[in-house]
Nanobody, 131 residues
């Protein structure tokens, strides 16, 4: 059974940093499409950053490029999201998602190709950016 547990959220002022962590079980992160997604109140879920299990390529949504860094620890089956220069518009619940059966690149996984019909999700971790 695929399980994901996120941690590392919190409340920071604008310009602050946080590192989110996601530990997975029941699957291998290096053999599955994985990524970080977020959902702000009243808004649809958004793909933030994803890693390809096919070639290791990365995808970042435009609003976080050059500020966020995604990485994967294959030995520990963990996924990380280093978030720097946080802005109020980054406030959201952040989710780790994976789909071991997904066979396309990170852009397609982040952008919801297939509507995430077979994606498993963690419980989410709240990130609040406020002065």
């Amino acid at each position: 059974q695929v399980q994901l547990v996120e941690s590392g959220g919190g409340s920071v002022p604008p310009g602050g940093s946080l590192t989110l962590s996601c530990v997975g079980s029941g699957f291998r992160m290096d053999a599955s499409a994985v990524g970080w997604f977020r959902q702000a109140p009243g808004k649809a879920r958004e793909g933030v950053s994803c890693i390809s299990h096919l070639d290791g390529s990365l995808y970042y949504t435009r609003s976080v490029k050059d500020r966020f860094t995604i990485s994967r620890d294959n030995a520990g089956n963990r996924l990380y999201l280093q978030m720097n220069d946080l802005k109020p518009e980054d406030t959201a619940v952040y989710y780790c998602g994976t789909d071991p059966s997904f066979r396309y690149g990170p852009y397609y996984f982040c952008e919801g190709y297939g509507q995430h019909a077979t994606t498993s999700w963690g419980q989410g971790t709240q990130v609040t950016v406020s002065s």
